[in-house]
């Protein structure tokens, strides 16, 4: 099992657009609609944002939103905020019971 | 608001175990979903360790399988984690954390965590 592929960061300024991927494989992202997107903040722990690829806990803005094609997953975040400058993780059910995450991606909120 | 709290030693000799227990409160441990540990090395990404059920059913990623053993202590609406052989490379924070469901596809699909617990293992 290898970790799923993000870039290790991404900026954008505020008010803008950005969208993270999340690579993986037929086995992972690509096998199964159970791709997962989390925020977090220096010293906390993470929150979750988004699961089942494209649906949002209770709670959370619908200023992230999650997709996927293929073997990559996205997670698209609109209206930037100062708040938003944190890393997001991406995880996928892998098969056999497991699960894997990705390494992470800082966001830098110009 | 379900609330959860690791608890344990903050420092472990090398070869030796790191054993982890995880509170949970305004929760019953019995209501149908999964919990599992996920740990986070100094500066990197997040891993996941394990996850289990209510009924005792043990999930473990591979690279870790062979080292990790959870419980649960219903009794207590608990759960714990130890992990043996530790070296140096097993420092981390450790999180408890409750999964959204007791689907299948969810058992790393996390809705609550807890603070975290930084374990070192010393040399």
């Known amino acids: 099992q290898s970790a799923l592929t993000q870039p290790a960061s991404v900026s954008g300024s505020l008010g803008q657009s950005i969208t993270i991927s999340c690579t993986g494989t037929s086995s992972d992202v690509g096998g199964y609609n159970y791709v997962s997107w989390y925020q977090q903040h220096p010293g906390k722990a993470p929150k979750l944002l988004v699961y089942d690829v494209n649906k949002w806990p209770s709670g959370v803005s619908n200023r992230f939103s999650g997709s996927k094609s293929g073997n990559t997953a996205s997670l698209t975040i609109s209206g930037l905020q100062a708040d938003d400058e944190a890393d997001y993780f991406c995880s996928s059910y892998a098969g056999s019971d497991t699960f894997i995450f990705g390494g992470g991606t800082q966001l830098t909120v110009l | 608001q379900v609330q959860l709290q690791e608890s344990g030693p903050g420092l472990v000799k090398s070869s030796g175990s790191l054993s982890l227990t995880c509170a949970v409160s305004?929760?019953?441990?019995?209501?149908?979903?999964?919990w599992g540990w996920v740990r986070q090395p100094p500066g990197r990404g997040l891993e996941w360790i394990g996850t289990?059920?209510?009924?005792?059913?043990?999930y473990y990623n591979p690279s870790l399988k062979s080292r990790v053993t959870t419980s649960v202590d219903r009794s207590k609406n608990q759960f714990s984690l130890r992990l043996s052989f530790v070296t140096p490379a097993d420092t981390a924070v450790y999180y408890c954390a409750k999964t959204m469901t007791a689907a299948g596809g969810h058992l790393g699909t996390f809705d609550y965590w807890g603070q975290g617990a930084l374990v070192t293992v010393s040399s």
């Open positions: 289990i059920y209510q009924d005792g059913s043990r």
């Open positions: 305004d929760y019953a441990i019995v209501s149908g979903c999964f």
